[in-house]
Protein backbone atom coordinates (compact mmCIF):
# COMPACT_ATOMS: atom_id res chain seq x y z
CA UNK A 1 0.00 0.00 0.00
CA UNK A 2 1.14 3.37 -0.94
CA UNK A 3 0.09 7.19 -0.15
CA UNK A 4 0.55 10.43 -1.98
CA UNK A 5 -0.47 13.73 -1.35
CA UNK A 6 -1.35 16.84 -3.93
CA UNK A 7 -2.21 20.35 -3.49
CA UNK A 8 -3.32 22.85 -6.14
CA UNK A 9 -4.82 26.35 -6.71
CA UNK A 10 -5.98 28.14 -9.10
CA UNK A 11 -6.84 32.14 -9.79
CA UNK A 12 -10.96 33.05 -9.97
CA UNK A 13 -11.03 35.65 -13.37
CA UNK A 14 -13.46 36.42 -15.66
CA UNK A 15 -14.13 35.55 -19.22
CA UNK A 16 -13.40 31.58 -17.70
CA UNK A 17 -15.85 28.66 -17.36
CA UNK A 18 -15.44 27.12 -13.60
CA UNK A 19 -15.00 23.96 -13.87
CA UNK A 20 -14.56 21.93 -10.73
CA UNK A 21 -14.12 17.84 -10.09
CA UNK A 22 -15.58 17.68 -13.69
CA UNK A 23 -18.59 19.55 -13.54
CA UNK A 24 -19.18 22.73 -15.45
CA UNK A 25 -20.43 25.30 -12.23
CA UNK A 26 -22.70 28.43 -13.26
CA UNK A 27 -20.65 31.36 -11.63
CA UNK A 28 -19.28 34.38 -12.76
CA UNK A 29 -15.66 33.86 -12.54
CA UNK A 30 -13.84 30.86 -13.74
CA UNK A 31 -10.25 29.12 -12.81
CA UNK A 32 -7.64 30.70 -14.88
CA UNK A 33 -5.14 28.16 -16.20
CA UNK A 34 -3.89 26.21 -19.58
CA UNK A 35 -6.31 22.99 -19.44
CA UNK A 36 -9.46 24.09 -18.23
CA UNK A 37 -7.69 24.71 -14.61
CA UNK A 38 -9.69 22.27 -12.73
CA UNK A 39 -7.98 22.42 -9.27
CA UNK A 40 -9.77 19.26 -7.96
CA UNK A 41 -8.60 17.16 -10.83
CA UNK A 42 -5.22 18.33 -10.56
CA UNK A 43 -4.63 17.58 -6.81
CA UNK A 44 -6.41 14.49 -7.36
CA UNK A 45 -4.35 13.32 -10.12
CA UNK A 46 -0.94 14.84 -8.73
CA UNK A 47 -1.63 12.63 -5.25
CA UNK A 48 -1.83 9.48 -7.18
CA UNK A 49 1.56 10.45 -9.25
CA UNK A 50 2.52 11.12 -6.08
CA UNK A 51 1.28 8.01 -4.41
CA UNK A 52 3.24 5.84 -7.18
CA UNK A 53 6.54 8.33 -7.13
CA UNK A 54 5.82 9.20 -10.83
CA UNK A 55 6.82 12.80 -11.61
CA UNK A 56 4.01 15.11 -11.16
CA UNK A 57 1.34 16.92 -13.40
CA UNK A 58 2.66 19.76 -14.55
CA UNK A 59 5.76 17.20 -15.70
CA UNK A 60 3.82 14.98 -17.57
CA UNK A 61 1.44 17.70 -19.37
CA UNK A 62 3.59 20.98 -19.40
CA UNK A 63 1.54 24.26 -19.32
CA UNK A 64 3.82 24.74 -22.58
CA UNK A 65 2.49 22.58 -24.53
CA UNK A 66 -0.09 23.69 -27.06
CA UNK A 67 -1.65 19.93 -26.94
CA UNK A 68 -3.31 20.79 -23.84
CA UNK A 69 -4.29 24.14 -24.31
CA UNK A 70 -8.32 24.37 -22.96
CA UNK A 71 -8.35 20.67 -22.34
CA UNK A 72 -10.51 18.55 -19.95
CA UNK A 73 -8.50 17.31 -17.18
CA UNK A 74 -10.95 14.80 -17.22
CA UNK A 75 -9.30 13.98 -19.48
CA UNK A 76 -5.65 14.39 -18.11
CA UNK A 77 -6.64 12.09 -14.90
CA UNK A 78 -7.66 9.74 -17.01
CA UNK A 79 -4.00 9.41 -18.98
CA UNK A 80 -2.88 9.61 -15.16
CA UNK A 81 -5.19 6.55 -14.45
CA UNK A 82 -3.61 4.61 -17.47
CA UNK A 83 0.05 5.34 -16.38
CA UNK A 84 -0.81 3.92 -12.40
CA UNK A 85 -2.44 1.13 -13.96
CA UNK A 86 0.70 0.26 -16.04
CA UNK A 87 2.89 0.20 -13.24
CA UNK A 88 0.38 -2.32 -11.58
CA UNK A 89 -1.15 -0.08 -8.76
CA UNK A 90 -4.95 -0.01 -8.37
CA UNK A 91 -6.57 2.73 -6.35
CA UNK A 92 -7.92 1.68 -2.67
CA UNK A 93 -9.90 5.31 -2.17
CA UNK A 94 -9.02 9.17 -2.97
CA UNK A 95 -9.99 11.44 -0.25
CA UNK A 96 -10.29 15.36 -0.97
CA UNK A 97 -11.02 18.76 -0.03
CA UNK A 98 -11.95 22.00 -2.15
CA UNK A 99 -12.06 25.55 -0.34
CA UNK A 100 -13.56 27.78 -1.38
CA UNK A 101 -15.87 30.59 -0.12
CA UNK A 102 -17.92 30.98 -3.22
CA UNK A 103 -19.90 29.34 -5.02
CA UNK A 104 -21.32 26.69 -3.01
CA UNK A 105 -20.65 23.60 -4.15
CA UNK A 106 -22.38 20.96 -1.41
CA UNK A 107 -25.07 20.36 -4.68
CA UNK A 108 -22.72 19.15 -7.09
CA UNK A 109 -20.65 16.95 -4.96
CA UNK A 110 -22.36 13.73 -5.75
CA UNK A 111 -21.53 14.71 -9.84
CA UNK A 112 -18.36 14.80 -9.32
CA UNK A 113 -17.83 12.34 -7.67
CA UNK A 114 -19.93 10.50 -10.63
CA UNK A 115 -17.42 11.99 -12.98
CA UNK A 116 -14.25 11.55 -11.17
CA UNK A 117 -14.68 7.81 -10.34
CA UNK A 118 -15.51 7.43 -13.87
CA UNK A 119 -12.36 9.14 -15.21
CA UNK A 120 -10.48 6.45 -13.07
CA UNK A 121 -12.80 3.15 -13.57
CA UNK A 122 -13.45 3.01 -9.80
CA UNK A 123 -16.51 2.86 -7.71
CA UNK A 124 -17.77 6.08 -6.48
CA UNK A 125 -17.65 4.91 -2.97
CA UNK A 126 -14.02 5.33 -3.17
CA UNK A 127 -13.96 8.96 -3.65
CA UNK A 128 -14.06 11.59 -0.77
CA UNK A 129 -14.91 15.11 -1.64
CA UNK A 130 -15.31 17.85 1.08
CA UNK A 131 -16.26 21.57 0.04
CA UNK A 132 -15.03 23.78 2.90
CA UNK A 133 -14.73 27.66 2.58
CA UNK A 134 -11.65 29.65 4.22
CA UNK A 135 -13.69 31.47 6.80
CA UNK A 136 -13.24 34.49 4.48
CA UNK A 137 -9.46 34.15 5.50
CA UNK A 138 -6.18 34.59 3.03
CA UNK A 139 -6.67 34.17 -0.50
CA UNK A 140 -9.26 31.63 -0.93
CA UNK A 141 -11.28 33.16 1.65
CA UNK A 142 -11.49 36.72 -0.06
CA UNK A 143 -12.09 34.88 -3.58
CA UNK A 144 -9.06 35.45 -5.21
CA UNK A 145 -8.70 31.46 -5.80
CA UNK A 146 -9.82 28.15 -4.76
CA UNK A 147 -7.65 25.43 -3.94
CA UNK A 148 -7.81 22.19 -3.24
CA UNK A 149 -5.90 19.09 -1.63
CA UNK A 150 -6.04 15.32 -2.10
CA UNK A 151 -4.98 12.08 -0.12
CA UNK A 152 -4.66 8.86 -2.64
CA UNK A 153 -4.10 5.42 -1.08
CA UNK A 154 -3.08 3.11 -3.98
CA UNK A 155 -1.79 -0.88 -3.87
CA UNK A 156 0.06 -3.33 -6.12
CA UNK A 157 -1.71 -5.84 -7.17
MG1 LIG B 1 -3.40 23.11 -11.70
Not at 22 to 48: F, M
Not at 80 to 98: E, L, P, Q, T
Amino acid sequence: MRVGIGFDVHRLVHGRELWLGGIKIPYHLGLEGHSDADVLLHAIADSLLGAASMEDLGRLFPDNDETYRGISSLILLSRVMDRIRARGYSIVNIDSVVIAERPKLAPYIDDMKREISGALQIAPDRVGIKAKTSEGLGPTGIGEGIAAYAVSAIEFI
